[in-house]
Structure formats: C-alpha cells, structure tokens
Nanobody, 124 residues
Framework: QVQLVESGGGLVQAGGSLRLSCAAS????????MGWFRQAPGKEREFVAA????????YYSDSVKGRFTISRDNAKNTLYLQMNSLKPEDTAVYYC?????????????????WGQGTQVTVSS
C-alpha cells in the first residue's frame, strides 16, 4: 500500500507563500493522477488541485486558480503545491492523495490513498 507523507505546512500572514510537499513510499505512484484537497474545521473536504500522471495536465478549483500551482517530480516520488497570495480562507488541513486512474479527477471518491494532512494557517 502506498504511504503518503505531507510536509511544509505552517503559519503564514495573508499575502505570504508556502510550498507543500507530499512524498510517496513507492514509485508506482508515478503511474497515477495526484491531487490536493483541504478541510477546514466544520466543513467537508474540498478539492484544491490535481495533476495527471505525466505532470502535463493540471486542474484547479476556482478558489485557488492563479494563486496555487501543483507539480510533481516522478523521479523523486514527490508531489508539490506552491501556494502564493495566501488568504485567511485558505486556512485548513491540506491532504495529498493518489487517484484510481492516470487522469485528473476532482472528487474524493476518485482517490484511493491519502496522506495524514498538514496544517496551513493564514493570519489576517
């Protein structure tokens, strides 16, 4: 079973930047789409960004489009999320996930392996 470990979360002021990383335990993750989701207190887990297995196709939620960038390095078994111009409403636990297929997907049920999450807090 693939294990995913997120890192890079923390406390940042509004307008600042963070870069999240997600390290996978197996090279087979490179054959599948990957995604980032987030969950704020009292809210459902929501889609943030996804990337196909090649890294050439990406998709973002409207709330982060233009501010966040998803990327992957299959040689390093690592997924990234560069977050710029952060807003207080971006505060949440961020999760990375491995999809069931090679193509980008946006719902939680289309992802089979999940990391433990990393907290991102944006102060106003």
């Amino acid at each position: 079973q693939v294990q995913l470990v997120e890192s890079g979360g923390g406390l940042v002021q509004a307008g600042g930047s963070l870069r999240l990383s997600c390290a996978a335990s197996e090279r087979t993750f490179s054959m599948y789409a990957m995604g980032w989701f987030r969950q704020a207190p009292g809210k459902e887990r929501e889609f943030v960004a996804a990337i196909d297995w090649t890294g050439s196709i990406t998709y973002y939620s409207d709330s982060v489009k233009g501010r966040f960038t998803i990327s992957r390095d299959n040689a390093k078994n690592t997924l990234y999320l560069q977050m710029n111009s952060l807003k207080p409403e971006d505060t949440a636990v961020y999760y990375c996930a491995v999809g069931w297929s090679a193509m980008v997907r946006v719902t939680t049920r289309e992802y089979r392996y999940w990391g433990q999450g990393t907290q991102v807090t944006v102060s106003s």
